[in-house]
């Protein structure tokens, strides 16, 4: 999934998204008094937002661990080849979270969630058995120490 620059969003879109990532279960009118909008106004720029992808639907956040998943990792993967094929067919696997293609001596960094050290090893010879996929390194979480979703309403640098 290629993605396009940064929207340029303003002032209200950002203060809307942060208002989301401090609490996505509050509701629109609380948020249009916030920055200045009609509950409607509020509803119809969180679509637009939506539509664009610029953000995702409030979804629920979860502990895998808590949730019967004992494993996490990070898996760097080296590619033979174009690397689209071999991120598209990551993003099928219901186990992989989260895909990014990536520049320097990996090309494709996948995470994934397992409910063992056992099914994390079937998951990987997987992954190895993808066609174009040259070599990978697992990197086995063992403690996460920081998790944040709301750095996205920072402004950005400005171009130099």
Do not use: H
């Not at 396009?4 to 208002?19: C, T």
């Not at 320097?104 to 066609?131: H, N």
């Amino acid at each position: 999934m290629a993605r396009s620059p940064r929207s340029q969003l303003d002032d209200v879109s950002l203060a809307i998204i942060e208002q989301l990532q401090q609490d996505g279960r509050r509701s629109y009118a609380a948020i249009g008094k916030v920055v200045g909008l009609s509950e409607a106004a509020v509803r119809q720029r969180v679509q637009r937002l939506v539509e664009s992808g610029v953000m995702q639907i409030v979804a629920a956040v979860t502990d895998p661990l808590q949730l019967g998943f004992a494993r996490a990792a990070m898996l760097g993967i080296r590619v033979a080849g174009p690397t689209e094929p071999v991120a598209d067919a990551l993003c099928e696997l219901d186990e992989v979270i989260y895909v990014v293609v990536t520049a320097g001596s990996i090309d494709i960094v996948a995470e994934v969630v397992a409910k063992s050290d056992a099914d994390l090893l079937t998951i990987s010879d997987r992954i190895r058995r993808i066609p174009g996929v040259q070599a990978t390194e697992t990197f086995v979480y063992l403690e996460t120490r920081k998790e944040s979703y709301n750095w996205g309403v920072r402004p950005p640098e400005p171009s130099r």
